[in-house]
């Protein structure tokens, strides 16, 4: 079964909007990641935070970790068309294999 | 700098049939990974490698096989294809354990 869990499935927003997925995960993290991809295509790194931090930013996107809690969230600020795609989260278990859970659909409407 | 290659990019396999997919990693990356990636879900861990030793290996059958060569490049295998096996598979390579690079994928479909 798949550690990460985004929610929602899908989201639509409108152009400039921010928008705003959550990962949960089950068991201790080493680190989290976020990735997008398109259309089934590879996936493109975005961003990873380590399980002692709790917030992170890259350009238009920030990451927070609650490890208490066991979840993460990813914010798209200033959502653009081109943001129209899905978003995994990966949780890394000290060294072993990434777990990706389902994914969010994003759409950035005109 | 070339990122990950994978090839092919499509392949058609009838059922029963074997299938080998490749991958470079990026130059300088030791640690390559395989995952499964069924239309709509999430990537599945297969295999990884790291120094040319098998390091991981997710839930799936015998069928499946991977190795790494001396040059860090590797290749999946997959016996007795299966219509379930029609997925997108993808290659990862790391520096070391951690962020992980993803090539483009070989979508298989299995007839």
């Known amino acids: 079964s798949q550690q990460g869990e985004e929610d929602p499935q899908a989201l639509s927003i409108q152009e400039g909007e921010n928008a705003t997925m959550n990962c949960s995960y089950k068991?201790?993290?080493?680190?989290l990641q976020w990735y997008r991809q398109n259309s089934g295509r590879g996936l493109v790194h975005l961003i990873l935070?380590?399980?002692?931090?709790r917030e992170k930013h890259s350009g238009r996107l920030r990451v927070t970790l609650d490890t208490s809690k066991k979840s993460s969230s990813l914010l798209i600020t200033a959502s653009r068309a081109a943001d129209t795609v899905s978003y995994f989260c990966?949780?890394?278990?000290?060294?072993?294999?990434?777990?990706f859970g389902p994914g969010t659909r994003l759409s950035v409407l005109p | 700098d070339a990122g990950v290659t994978q090839s092919p990019t499509h392949l058609i396999k009838t059922r029963g049939q074997h299938v080998t997919l490749r991958c470079s990693p990026i130059?300088?990356?030791?640690?390559v990974s395989w995952y499964q990636q069924v239309l709509g879900q999430g990537p599945q861990f297969i295999f990884q490698?790291?120094?040319?030793?098998?390091?991981g290996r997710g839930n799936f059958p015998d069928r499946f096989s991977a190795r790494q060569f001396p040059n860090y490049s590797s290749e999946l295998n997959v016996n007795a294809l299966l219509l379930g096996d029609s997925a997108l598979y993808l290659c990862?390579?790391?520096?070391?354990?951690?962020?992980?690079?993803f090539g483009q994928g070989t979508r298989l479909t299995v007839v």
């Open positions: 935070i380590r399980s002692n931090e």
């Open positions: 490698y790291y120094e040319k030793e098998e390091r």
């Open positions: 990966a949780t890394d278990s000290y060294g072993q294999n990434f777990v």
């Open positions: 130059s300088g990356h030791k640690s």
């Open positions: 068991t201790s993290i080493n680190n």
């Open positions: 990862a390579s790391s520096p070391g354990l951690e962020e992980a690079f």
